[in-house]
T-cell receptor, first 105, second 115 residues
Framework: GEDVEQSLFLSVREGDSSVINCTYT??????LYWYKQEPGAGLQLLTY?????DMKQDQRLTVLLNKKDKHLSLRIADTQTGDSAIYFC?????FGRGTSLIVHP | GAVVSQHPSRVICKSGTSVKIECRSL??????MFWYRQFPKQSLMLMAT?????????EQGVEKDKFLINHASLTLSTLTVTSAHPEDSSFYIC???????????FGPGTRLTVT
C-alpha cells in the first residue's frame, strides 16, 4: 500500500529556516498536505499543494514538490518557538509518522 | 474554515463493553469521512473511509466487525468499538471532506481508554 516517510526529529535555532522532508510512494493523489499538531491539540491543516505544481508559497511557508522523485518538503522561514510542533506530511489520506520540530533560542 | 466536532473527547470504558464515537461536520456537508487511529509517537493510521449512504471501506488489517462505522447522513458519522479491549486504547480522529473538495478537515480526536 501507500507509504509516506519523513524524518522523526528536527532541531533548529530560533530565526533560522526549517526544512522538513517527506517521500511518498503513491503518485495518484491529487493533493499533498502538511499538517501541524501542537501538544494536546488536534490536527491543523497548514498548507497543501496540487500535484501538478512544483512550488507553493504562503507567507513563511514554502512547499516544494518533486514529482519525479516523489519528494515533498516544507520550509518554514524565520522559525519561531511557537512553530514547535509535530508536522505531518500526507499524500491524500495516508500520513507519515510526523516530524517533531524543536525550536530553541 | 470548516469545523468538525467529535464526541466524546475522552471516554473510559471497561473491557468487553462497546463505545460509540460521533463525528459531525458542523457547517458543511461531508460526503466522505475518514477514521484514523493514532498511537503515541506514531503516524495517523487510516482505519476506514466512509461515503454517505454506503458501506465503509476498511483498510487492510482493520476488523470491520469490531470497528463499526455508520455514515447515515451528510453531517454525521459514528465509529463504534465493540467488545473493547485494553489494546484498543488509543486516540481516534475523524476527518471530513465535502463534495468536490480535496481538503480534509479534522476533528479534535477522542481519547479512548479501556480498563
Amino acid at each position: 500500500g501507500e507509504d509516506v516517510e519523513q524524518s522523526l526529529f528536527l532541531s533548529v535555532r530560533e530565526g533560522d529556516s526549517s526544512v522538513i522532508n517527506c517521500t511518498y510512494t503513491d503518485s495518484s493523489s491529487t493533493y499533498l498536505y502538511w499538517y501541524k499538531q501542537e501538544p494536546g491539540a488536534g490536527l491543523q491543516l497548514l498548507t497543501y499543494i496540487f500535484s501538478n505544481m512544483d512550488m507553493k508559497q504562503d507567507q513563511r511557508l514554502t512547499v516544494l514538490l518533486n514529482k519525479k522523485d516523489k519528494h515533498l518538503s516544507l520550509r518554514i522561514a524565520d522559525t519561531q518557538t511557537g512553530d514547535s510542533a509535530i508536522y505531518f506530511c500526507a499524500s491524500g489520506p495516508t500520513f507519515g509518522r510526523g516530524t517533531s520540530l524543536i525550536v530553541h533560542p | 474554515g470548516a469545523v468538525v466536532s467529535q464526541h466524546p473527547s475522552r471516554v473510559i470504558c471497561k473491557s468487553g463493553t462497546s463505545v460509540k464515537i460521533e463525528c459531525r461536520s458542523l457547517d458543511f456537508q461531508a460526503t466522505t469521512m475518514f477514521w484514523y487511529r493514532q498511537f503515541p509517537k506514531q503516524s495517523l493510521m487510516l482505519m476506514a473511509t466512509s461515503n454517505e449512504g454506503s458501506k465503509a471501506t476498511y483498510e487492510q488489517g482493520v476488523e470491520k466487525d469490531k470497528f463499526l462505522i455508520n455514515h447515515a447522513s451528510l453531517t454525521l458519522s459514528t465509529l463504534t468499538v465493540t467488545s473493547a479491549h485494553p489494546e484498543d486504547s488509543s486516540f481516534y480522529i475523524c476527518s471530513a471532506r465535502g463534495t468536490g473538495a480535496d481538503e480534509q478537515y479534522f476533528g479534535p480526536g477522542t481519547r479512548l481508554t479501556v480498563t
